[in-house]
Protein backbone atom coordinates (compact mmCIF):
# COMPACT_ATOMS: atom_id res chain seq x y z
CA UNK A 1 0.00 0.00 0.00
CA UNK A 2 1.52 2.87 -1.28
CA UNK A 3 1.02 6.81 -0.06
CA UNK A 4 2.27 9.42 -2.82
CA UNK A 5 5.27 6.20 -3.55
CA UNK A 6 5.94 6.40 0.53
CA UNK A 7 5.06 2.89 2.35
CA UNK A 8 2.16 3.24 4.34
CA UNK A 9 3.59 2.66 8.20
CA UNK A 10 3.71 -0.60 9.65
CA UNK A 11 2.17 -1.57 12.96
CA UNK A 12 4.65 0.18 15.65
CA UNK A 13 4.86 -2.66 17.68
CA UNK A 14 6.95 -0.80 19.92
CA UNK A 15 7.87 -3.40 22.67
CA UNK A 16 7.64 -6.32 20.74
CA UNK A 17 10.42 -5.06 18.67
CA UNK A 18 12.74 -4.43 21.39
CA UNK A 19 11.98 -7.56 22.82
CA UNK A 20 12.98 -9.13 20.14
CA UNK A 21 16.57 -7.65 19.52
CA UNK A 22 17.22 -8.61 23.06
CA UNK A 23 16.16 -12.10 21.91
CA UNK A 24 17.46 -12.89 18.84
CA UNK A 25 20.67 -14.71 18.93
CA UNK A 26 21.80 -12.69 16.05
CA UNK A 27 21.16 -10.59 13.75
CA UNK A 28 20.08 -12.49 10.92
CA UNK A 29 17.23 -13.45 13.05
CA UNK A 30 15.46 -10.13 13.02
CA UNK A 31 15.27 -10.19 9.15
CA UNK A 32 13.87 -13.15 8.81
CA UNK A 33 10.00 -13.63 9.71
CA UNK A 34 10.13 -17.33 10.08
CA UNK A 35 12.49 -16.85 12.87
CA UNK A 36 10.83 -14.10 14.36
CA UNK A 37 7.66 -16.20 14.77
CA UNK A 38 9.55 -18.23 16.82
CA UNK A 39 10.30 -15.80 19.25
CA UNK A 40 7.23 -13.49 19.28
CA UNK A 41 4.94 -14.42 22.31
CA UNK A 42 1.78 -14.17 20.41
CA UNK A 43 -1.04 -16.89 21.10
CA UNK A 44 -1.82 -17.30 17.42
CA UNK A 45 -0.12 -18.40 14.94
CA UNK A 46 -1.23 -15.89 12.27
CA UNK A 47 -0.60 -13.10 14.43
CA UNK A 48 2.66 -14.18 14.95
CA UNK A 49 2.97 -14.57 11.19
CA UNK A 50 1.84 -11.34 10.65
CA UNK A 51 4.21 -9.25 12.80
CA UNK A 52 7.10 -11.33 12.24
CA UNK A 53 6.57 -10.45 8.48
CA UNK A 54 5.75 -6.52 9.47
CA UNK A 55 9.19 -6.25 12.04
CA UNK A 56 11.45 -7.99 9.48
CA UNK A 57 10.43 -5.72 6.70
CA UNK A 58 11.00 -2.52 8.85
CA UNK A 59 14.18 -3.70 9.69
CA UNK A 60 15.89 -4.69 6.18
CA UNK A 61 14.57 -1.04 5.43
CA UNK A 62 18.11 -0.05 7.57
CA UNK A 63 21.57 -0.37 6.06
CA UNK A 64 23.30 -3.61 7.26
CA UNK A 65 25.91 -1.61 9.38
CA UNK A 66 23.19 0.63 10.85
CA UNK A 67 21.06 -2.67 11.72
CA UNK A 68 24.18 -4.26 13.00
CA UNK A 69 25.08 -1.73 15.25
CA UNK A 70 21.53 -1.28 16.50
CA UNK A 71 21.71 -4.96 17.36
CA UNK A 72 24.73 -4.40 19.14
CA UNK A 73 23.39 -1.90 21.48
CA UNK A 74 20.93 -4.10 22.67
CA UNK A 75 23.20 -7.07 23.86
CA UNK A 76 25.40 -3.89 25.21
CA UNK A 77 25.28 -2.87 28.45
CA UNK A 78 23.46 0.08 27.51
CA UNK A 79 20.05 0.93 29.29
CA UNK A 80 16.88 -0.12 27.52
CA UNK A 81 15.96 3.68 27.73
CA UNK A 82 18.97 4.00 25.71
CA UNK A 83 17.97 1.68 23.39
CA UNK A 84 14.38 2.86 22.94
CA UNK A 85 15.78 6.43 22.06
CA UNK A 86 18.23 4.89 19.46
CA UNK A 87 15.44 2.38 18.13
CA UNK A 88 13.06 5.65 18.24
CA UNK A 89 15.65 7.44 15.50
CA UNK A 90 15.89 3.99 13.44
CA UNK A 91 11.61 3.89 13.30
CA UNK A 92 11.56 7.35 11.83
CA UNK A 93 13.95 6.74 9.29
CA UNK A 94 12.30 3.78 7.85
CA UNK A 95 9.04 5.40 8.17
CA UNK A 96 8.76 8.39 6.31
CA UNK A 97 5.53 9.26 6.69
CA UNK A 98 5.83 9.09 10.94
CA UNK A 99 9.02 11.07 10.47
CA UNK A 100 7.33 14.13 8.18
CA UNK A 101 4.42 13.99 10.44
CA UNK A 102 6.81 14.25 13.45
CA UNK A 103 8.69 16.92 12.31
CA UNK A 104 6.05 18.89 10.88
CA UNK A 105 3.25 19.25 13.83
CA UNK A 106 5.03 17.57 17.12
CA UNK A 107 8.56 18.50 16.80
CA UNK A 108 7.83 22.49 17.07
CA UNK A 109 5.78 22.30 20.16
CA UNK A 110 6.70 22.41 23.66
CA UNK A 111 6.89 19.31 25.50
CA UNK A 112 3.88 19.60 27.55
CA UNK A 113 2.21 21.12 25.43
CA UNK A 114 -1.52 19.56 23.64
CA UNK A 115 -2.26 18.69 20.34
CA UNK A 116 -5.79 17.29 19.21
CA UNK A 117 -6.30 14.57 17.52
CA UNK A 118 -8.48 16.82 15.15
CA UNK A 119 -5.34 18.94 14.23
CA UNK A 120 -3.25 15.15 13.28
CA UNK A 121 -6.52 14.27 11.46
CA UNK A 122 -6.66 17.50 9.31
CA UNK A 123 -2.79 16.89 8.73
CA UNK A 124 -2.85 13.87 7.49
CA UNK A 125 -5.85 14.44 5.33
CA UNK A 126 -4.17 17.68 3.85
CA UNK A 127 -1.17 15.90 3.48
CA UNK A 128 -1.55 12.06 2.61
CA UNK A 129 -5.10 12.47 0.25
CA UNK A 130 -4.81 8.40 -0.03
CA UNK A 131 -5.57 6.20 2.35
CA UNK A 132 -6.36 9.43 5.02
CA UNK A 133 -8.63 7.52 7.35
CA UNK A 134 -6.14 4.53 8.02
CA UNK A 135 -2.75 6.56 7.99
CA UNK A 136 -4.31 8.92 10.64
CA UNK A 137 -5.22 6.00 13.25
CA UNK A 138 -1.71 4.01 12.21
CA UNK A 139 0.20 7.66 12.58
CA UNK A 140 -1.58 8.10 16.17
CA UNK A 141 -0.70 4.63 17.26
CA UNK A 142 2.83 4.97 16.24
CA UNK A 143 3.71 8.70 17.62
CA UNK A 144 2.27 7.09 20.69
CA UNK A 145 4.15 3.88 21.44
CA UNK A 146 7.29 5.47 19.89
CA UNK A 147 6.76 8.10 23.19
CA UNK A 148 6.48 11.35 21.38
CA UNK A 149 2.77 11.92 22.42
CA UNK A 150 0.72 10.69 25.48
CA UNK A 151 -3.22 11.05 25.18
CA UNK A 152 -5.74 12.79 27.79
CA UNK A 153 -8.93 12.65 27.69
CA UNK A 154 -11.09 11.94 24.56
CA UNK A 155 -9.40 14.58 21.93
CA UNK A 156 -6.44 15.63 22.98
CA UNK A 157 -2.57 14.19 23.11
CA UNK A 158 0.23 15.85 25.44
CA UNK A 159 3.84 16.64 23.82
CA UNK A 160 6.39 14.03 25.40
CA UNK A 161 9.54 15.70 26.52
CA UNK A 162 12.64 13.43 26.63
CA UNK A 163 15.45 13.81 29.29
CA UNK A 164 18.59 12.17 30.09
CA UNK A 165 19.57 12.29 25.98
CA UNK A 166 23.74 12.36 26.05
CA UNK A 167 23.73 9.30 26.25
CA UNK A 168 21.69 8.42 22.86
CA UNK A 169 23.08 11.23 20.87
CA UNK A 170 26.74 9.89 21.59
CA UNK A 171 25.51 6.37 20.31
CA UNK A 172 23.45 7.96 17.68
CA UNK A 173 26.19 9.89 16.17
CA UNK A 174 28.83 7.39 15.95
CA UNK A 175 26.26 4.83 14.93
CA UNK A 176 25.13 7.11 11.94
CA UNK A 177 28.24 8.90 11.37
CA UNK A 178 30.98 7.42 12.89
CA UNK A 179 31.91 4.03 13.20
CA UNK A 180 35.31 4.03 13.22
CA UNK A 181 37.15 7.45 14.99
CA UNK A 182 36.41 10.33 12.52
CA UNK A 183 36.01 14.25 12.30
CA UNK A 184 32.73 15.17 11.49
CA UNK A 185 31.32 19.13 10.88
CA UNK A 186 28.33 20.03 13.38
CA UNK A 187 26.98 21.44 10.34
CA UNK A 188 26.47 17.67 9.04
CA UNK A 189 24.88 16.76 12.33
CA UNK A 190 22.99 20.00 12.57
CA UNK A 191 22.02 18.99 8.95
CA UNK A 192 20.13 15.55 9.29
CA UNK A 193 17.08 15.15 11.94
CA UNK A 194 18.34 12.22 13.95
CA UNK A 195 18.85 14.82 16.92
CA UNK A 196 15.36 15.88 16.22
CA UNK A 197 14.05 12.67 16.41
CA UNK A 198 15.74 11.43 20.14
CA UNK A 199 14.06 14.75 21.24
CA UNK A 200 16.33 17.27 21.40
CA UNK A 201 14.38 20.90 20.68
CA UNK A 202 17.31 22.96 20.22
CA UNK A 203 20.63 22.11 18.11
CA UNK A 204 22.31 24.42 21.15
CA UNK A 205 21.15 21.69 23.62
CA UNK A 206 23.02 19.63 21.15
CA UNK A 207 26.23 21.07 21.19
CA UNK A 208 25.96 21.10 24.51
CA UNK A 209 25.73 17.41 24.50
CA UNK A 210 29.08 17.30 22.78
CA UNK A 211 31.24 19.30 25.19
CA UNK A 212 30.02 17.58 27.99
CA UNK A 213 31.21 14.47 26.05
CA UNK A 214 34.78 15.70 25.40
CA UNK A 215 34.79 16.53 28.71
CA UNK A 216 34.07 12.88 30.13
CA UNK A 217 36.81 11.81 27.46
CA UNK A 218 33.84 10.23 25.09
CA UNK A 219 34.85 12.51 22.25
CA UNK A 220 38.45 13.00 21.20
CA UNK A 221 38.02 17.00 20.81
CA UNK A 222 34.89 19.72 19.79
CA UNK A 223 36.74 22.21 17.87
CA UNK A 224 36.32 25.47 16.51
CA UNK A 225 38.72 26.65 14.06
CA UNK A 226 38.02 28.76 11.08
CA UNK A 227 34.38 29.49 12.81
CA UNK A 228 33.76 26.14 11.21
CA UNK A 229 32.48 23.75 14.28
CA UNK A 230 33.10 19.77 14.58
CA UNK A 231 33.80 16.81 16.95
CA UNK A 232 36.36 14.10 16.32
CA UNK A 233 35.43 10.93 18.01
CA UNK A 234 37.70 9.18 19.86
CA UNK A 235 36.69 5.20 20.10
CA UNK A 236 35.32 2.44 17.17
CA UNK A 237 31.85 1.17 17.43
CA UNK A 238 33.01 -1.82 19.91
CA UNK A 239 35.19 0.72 21.83
CA UNK A 240 32.14 2.85 22.83
CA UNK A 241 29.43 0.60 23.42
CA UNK A 242 32.03 -1.53 25.63
CA UNK A 243 31.82 2.02 28.19
CA UNK A 244 27.96 1.94 28.24
CA UNK A 245 25.98 1.86 31.31
CA UNK A 246 24.80 -0.91 32.95
CA UNK A 247 20.88 -1.90 32.45
Known amino acids: MQIQNIPFPQEPLWKETLDVLQEADNVGVIT ?24 ATRFERLEGPTL ?42 EPGSAITRN ?9 FKQESGKLNT ?3 DCLRQAGYILPQGKDNLIVVGFGELEDALILATHLLFAQI ?26 KVGFRSAEAKGLLERYAVADHLEQITTR ?7 SKGKNK
Open 235 to 241: YSWPELL
Open 138 to 140: RLV
Open 68 to 109: KGLFDIAKSNSSRTTAEAIWRVLFCMVEPVVAQTYLEIIWPR
Open 181 to 206: PKTIKLSEIEASNYWRFLGYRNFSHV
Open 32 to 55: DPKALQQILHFNSKETRTRYGRAM
Open 119 to 127: EIRSYVETT
